[in-house]
């Protein structure tokens, strides 16, 4: 995963502002000065405004000039530039490689504007290190959530989970159970927060019985439920109908309107050209999943990269256009890649290119897109009271753009400054 270009091509950006320099990595009051201010939220840019920080948190948003107390004596120049939440990349697996591989990754991920990631399903017990190394700044990298899986029993042969449950017998780690309608699911769930969890993601080989019970216990116990969007047999309604707080991967909606199957193999190749984006079994699905709340973590950037046949080029004309009813119905998109830095030609994170198809190829404005990213994201994390808009208290997890994402989406990629929670990750 290491990419020596990439490193090298970084550390050339990583020339700081002399005003700057003494506090790379430390924690001083910030102001950012003159900037238009895109807050996350959806809302228009403001212009014209200054940005305070202190204490690893946003103090002030004000019209430049009327910021109040003590001048910060760290000053950014904003002016002409655009200031962002910090972009979230909510599907990435960061697996169980070499640890100066994974710092790596993370660093990299960082330096290329990406604050927080989800990962969507490993082993915890890596995941976790990383996590306690980034907090501890042992490492630089984006703050880490992540996820314990819960499939069937049928799931527990995948060598990927197998991978990822090294030590235990199939199906018997906390972060990777196995489960079945008639489980003891207080336990189930109990288990799976032990791991530190922000959630419980539910897989596959799991009829609608067994999805309720998890969704009924995790709601009893706190972890929010995140699926894959057809967890075969169960539908993409079963896990709406419990009140999962999301679904994963656009494509697996058409599962709604073909009859039950356990065929998880089949996922990827559902009836694109039967079951169509307007078809009444996937719009009422999609209304559903506006009335109950239920996001979409649409990773059109993982089906992007498969669009090399037939099938790869249905699916993802499928996604795209998925994506976009659910956004024109209002249901909550949330921003996630499966890839988190997965193409070696794009020297930035995958979340920028995820943007582009969320505005160009499923119609988002780029107000949205950006809002799908940061505070949508945070929300399908359980953090967005404290991360992810640009609001007084908030982490100062920031980018500073050199050039307006809201005329051209691909403008997320003109970063001049990487903030998280309030240090500077990256200056150019
Ligand atoms: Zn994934």
Do not use: C
Not at 169 to 192: E, F, H, K, L, N
């Amino acid at each position: 995963m290491i990419r020596p270009r990439l490193i090298a091509a970084l550390a050339l950006l990583l020339t700081p502002v002399a005003s700057i320099r003494a506090q790379r990595g430390t924690l001083v009051p910030i102001l950012i000065r003159n900037v238009s201010v895109i807050d996350g939220t959806g809302a228009a840019p403001r212009a014209g405004m200054d940005v305070v920080l202190a204490d690893g948190k946003i103090a002030q948003v004000v019209p430049s000039g009327r910021a109040t107390g003590a001048v910060p004596d760290s000053v950014i120049d904003g002016r002409g530039g655009f200031v962002i939440p910090g972009l979230w990349d909510a599907h990435v697996h960061l697996g169980t490689g070499a640890w100066g591989d994974r710092a790596a990754l993370l660093r990299n991920a960082l330096l290329g504007g990406v604050t927080s990631v989800y990962d969507m399903a490993g082993d915890t017990r890596a995941t976790s290190d990383l996590q306690r190394a980034v907090i501890t700044r042992e490492i630089a990298g984006p703050s880490i959530y992540y996820v314990a899986l819960i499939a069937g029993p049928a799931f527990f042969t995948d060598p990927r989970v197998l991978d990822a449950s090294r030590g235990y017998a199939p199906g018997a780690a906390p972060w990777a159970q196995s489960a079945t309608a008639g489980s003891d699911w207080v336990r189930i769930i109990a288990t799976a927060r032990g791991t530190g969890a922000t959630a419980i993601k539910l897989y596959t080989d799991m009829d609608s019985t067994s999805v309720t019970r998890a969704t009924a216990e995790a709601k009893r116990q706190g972890p929010k439920v995140v699926a894959h969007a057809t967890t075969f047999p169960g539908l993409p309604s079963d896990l709406v109908a419990a009140g999962a707080d999301m679904l994963a991967h656009s494509p697996y909606l058409v599962w709604q309107g073909s009859p039950r199957t356990a065929d998880f193999p089949a996922r990827g190749r559902g009836n694109f050209a039967g079951v169509p984006v307007a078809s009444p079994s996937v719009e009422r699905l999609l209304q559903s999943m506006k009335e109950r709340g239920t996001a979409l973590n649409a990773t059109l950037w993982v089906f992007d990269r498969q669009a090399n046949d037939d099938v790869g080029r249905a699916r993802l004309a499928w996604s795209n256009a998925v994506t976009k009813r659910a956004a024109e119905l209002g249901v909550r998109i949330v921003a996630g890649t499966d890839g988190l830095l997965g193409d070696q030609r794009d020297p930035l994170p995958s979340i920028h290119r995820e943007l582009e198809l969320l505005v160009n190829g499923a119609g988002l404005r780029p107000l949205d897109a950006i809002a799908a990213a940061t505070r949508n994201a945070a929300w399908s994390a359980g953090v967005e009271s404290t991360v992810g808009t640009i609001a007084p208290g908030m982490v100062a997890d920031l980018l500073l753009l050199e050039k307006d994402p809201t005329v051209d989406i691909r403008n997320t990629r003109s970063l001049r400054v990487v903030l998280r929670e309030g240090r500077v990750a990256r200056m150019q």
